[in-house]
C-alpha cells in the first residue's frame, strides 16, 4: 500500500503542476520568457529595401533647395553646375529675386532667368554658388507600380521626404491658374504645400519628375485628396528648363495652340473672345463670337475641357473644329494647329 500510495500522489502532483502551469498562462503569468526565444529577424529584402530608400534620400537632398518670395514657399531642384535651379512657374510667380536655403542652411540669392507657365515650369540662378546638381532620370521608361520619393520643404520643413509609388502616367490635369498639363505623373508619395518644384526620385536617386499639385475632393472642402499628387516628368523638365537657359524663353513648346482668347459660356463650348491675326484660327476662318463645340471630334462645354483636348494634339496637325456662330448656325472649319508661342 505505501509504494501505490506513493505512485498516486506522484502522478497526481505531476497532474496539478500541469494544470497550476496552464491556468498561469492564462491569467497572464509574468514568468520570465524562455531564454532561447528570440525576436524574429527582419527579412533581408525589407532591410535592402530600406537601405536602398535612405541612399536616394542622401544623394538626391543636397540637390533640393527651398525657395523663398513675398508670397511664400517653395522647393527647387539644382540643375546644372553653373547655379541654375529649377522649379514650378507657380512658385516664382511675378518675383524676380529670391532667396534660396540649402539643405545646409546655407542662404542664397537667386535671379529669375525665365518661366513658362503653360508647363507650370521655371528656372532661377544663383550666381556664382557651388551647388550640387540632381541625376535627371530618363521619365519615358518610367513604369506604373515603380517607387516614387518626393522630397522638398513642405511648410518650411527642409528636405521631408514622402514615399509611394508611379500611381498612373500620361494624366492630363488643370491647375488653378488655368494651365493644362499633359502626360503628367500621378504618384501616392503625397505632395504638401511647399512641396511643389521640389524632386520625385526614383529608387536609384534619379530625379523623374517636379511635383507641382495634389488632387483636391470637393467632398473634403476642396481639400487635398489623400495619395493623389502630380509631377511634370523629368523629360519635359528637361527640355523646358534646358531653352529657358539658353534663350531666357522657350522657342519650341511642343504645345498644340488654336491662337484665340476663350471665355466660358455655362457648359455649352468655348467662347471666342478674340482671334490673333494671322494665327491659326483666324486663317481657318474663325471669328469673335464664335463658340467652340468640339475639337478633333472631342467635345468642349469648358476652357478646361479645351485646354485638355489641345494638350493632346500636336503643332502642324489640321484638325476639324465645329463651332457655332453668333447667328445660331453650326459650321466646321479646318484648322492647322501651330505652336504655342514661348515666353
Known amino acids: 500500500m505505501t509504494v501505490l500510495v506513493r505512485t498516486i500522489l506522484a502522478w497526481a502532483a505531476t ?38 530608400l535612405v541612399q536616394v534620400v542622401t544623394r538626391v537632398s543636397p540637390s533640393v533647395v527651398q525657395i523663398s518670395t513675398s508670397q511664400g514657399l517653395g522647393s ?12 514650378n512657374a507657380h512658385v516664382v510667380g511675378t518675383a524676380r529675386s529670391f532667396d534660396v536655403t540649402t539643405r545646409s542652411g546655407k542662404r542664397l540669392k537667386a535671379t529669375l532667368v525665365g518661366a513658362f507657365a503653360p508647363d507650370d515650369l521655371a528656372v532661377i540662378e544663383v550666381a556664382g554658388a ?14 506604373v507600380g515603380d517607387v516614387a520619393i518626393a522630397i522638398g520643404n513642405p511648410l518650411g520643413l527642409t528636405s521631408s521626404t514622402t514615399e509611394g509609388i508611379i500611381s498612373a502616367l500620361g494624366r ?28 520625385l526620385a526614383d529608387i536609384n536617386g534619379r530625379v523623374i519628375g517636379i511635383p507641382t499639385l495634389a488632387a483636391t475632393d470637393p467632398q ?47 457648359g455649352r463650348g ?14 481657318a476662318g474663325m471669328r469673335v463670337g464664335d463658340v467652340i463645340v468640339s475639337v478633333a471630334g472631342k467635345q468642349t462645354p469648358t476652357t478646361t ?3 485638355t483636348v489641345l494638350a493632346g494634339l500636336e503643332p502642324g496637325q489640321t ?5 457655332r456662330t453668333q447667328a445660331g448656325a453650326r459650321k466646321t472649319v479646318q484648322v492647322t494647329l501651330g505652336e504655342y508661342p514661348g515666353s
Do not use: M, W
Open 319 to 323: 484638325v476639324k473644329v465645329v463651332v
Open 220 to 266: 473634403l472642402g476642396g481639400g487635398a485628396a489623400p495619395g493623389i499628387g502630380f509631377a511634370i516628368p523629368s523629360n519635359v523638365v528637361k527640355d523646358i528648363a534646358s531653352q529657358l537657359i539658353q534663350h531666357g524663353r522657350v522657342v519650341n513648346s511642343r504645345r498644340a495652340y488654336l491662337g484665340i482668347q476663350v471665355g466660358e459660356t455655362g
Open 270 to 283: 468655348v467662347y471666342v473672345g478674340g482671334v490673333e491675326p494671322g494665327g491659326p484660327a483666324a486663317k
Open 305 to 307: 475641357a479645351l485646354g
Open 172 to 199: 492630363t490635369v488643370s491647375e488653378p491658374n488655368g494651365a493644362t498639363l499633359p502626360s503628367v505623373i500621378q504618384t501616392s508619395a503625397p505632395i504638401n504645400p511647399g512641396n511643389s518644384g521640389g524632386a
Open 15 to 52: 497532474i496539478l503542476a500541469a494544470v497550476g502551469l496552464t491556468a498561469c498562462g492564462s491569467v497572464g503569468s509574468t514568468a520570465a520568457p524562455d531564454a532561447t526565444q528570440q525576436t524574429p529577424a527582419t527579412p533581408a529584402a525589407a532591410l535592402a529595401y530600406q537601405r536602398a
Open 130 to 143: 557651388k551647388l550640387t546638381p540632381a541625376t535627371f532620370g530618363d521619365s519615358s521608361k518610367l513604369r
Open 76 to 87: 527647387g531642384v539644382v540643375f546644372d553646375r553653373n547655379g541654375h535651379i529649377v522649379t
